[in-house]
């Protein structure tokens, strides 16, 4: 079984969407995580859920759990309210290295190790000119290789 | 709301059970990682699907693409029939540090802080001595403050 076998439509994101919307496509499609794609729709960079959510935990508390701790329930209820019209490509410096991709023909063990590898359970699929074919998560990956070798 | 509030039972694994068990666990319960817990029923990790996931990826392939590429196809769709007896345990070393696990009354900035921190769309939340008394995955966090600030 190859990657294009198995990839799906998935909806993505570019760095100028807004943090929220991103984090609102992920909550509705119950994505793991989100494609960030440039303007001509090849993958810029496969963001993992947790990193998406990072996006919208201001910085200090990212770090200092104690700093985290001193903020109320009522104002740590609404964190993210406070994003305002931050865009993703604002958060995104660190994250922009090389995409969790791999070709229409990769193999099922070498979208695992990508995904074990990266730790993103989200992994863009690419066509020759490098333009977003779809994606694989982990659950549907799990899901084909339990079918595969269902004794096991 | 606080991390007691919106918990929910999830089913664990221990260091005994097999790699195989514990792929099949997290693709039927559809979670995004897994807790391991001791004897006693307490946190000792909370491991990233894409971690489980790794579990079951021979060593060699984890780390080299190129290596991972010379294994055809029919080879590569069966690679985690290759497990055998291997235990959760066996593979756990490196992922025995501190588990991503908050007490009852932490707040959803706290988890979302942890959740981005660790990189653990899984975190365990923990009673007053230690033991085990829900989960929060990356998605019921989402959804949550999705109804708290319904306007992002």
Redesign the interface.
């Known amino acids: 079984?190859?990657a294009g076998q198995i990839a799906v439509d998935v909806p993505t994101v570019t760095v100028q969407d807004s943090v929220?919307r991103a984090?609102?496509l992920?909550?509705l499609s119950?994505l793991?995580g989100l494609i960030v794609v440039d303007g001509r729709g090849r993958p810029r960079t496969v963001l993992?859920?947790?990193?998406v959510?990072?996006l919208?935990?201001p910085g200090s508390?990212?770090?200092d759990?104690a700093l985290?701790?001193t903020?109320?329930?009522a104002?740590?209820?609404?964190?993210?309210?406070e994003?305002g019209s931050l865009t993703v490509g604002d958060c995104l410096v660190r994250e922009m290295a090389r995409p969790a991709s791999v070709g229409l023909d990769?193999?099922?063990?070498?979208v695992?190790?990508?995904?074990?590898?990266?730790?993103?359970?989200l992994v863009a699929v690419v066509d020759g000119t490098g333009g977003l074919f779809g994606a694989i998560t982990?659950?549907r990956?799990?899901?084909k290789?339990?079918l595969?070798?269902p004794d096991?």
């Open positions: 079984m190859q929220a984090l609102r992920m909550a119950r793991p993992p859920g947790t990193q959510l990072r919208a935990v508390y990212q770090e759990a985290a701790r903020i109320d329930e104002h740590a209820d609404l964190f993210w309210e994003l990769a193999t099922l063990l070498e695992a190790a990508l995904m074990a590898r990266q730790r993103s359970p982990l659950e990956l799990l899901g290789l339990a595969l070798a096991v």
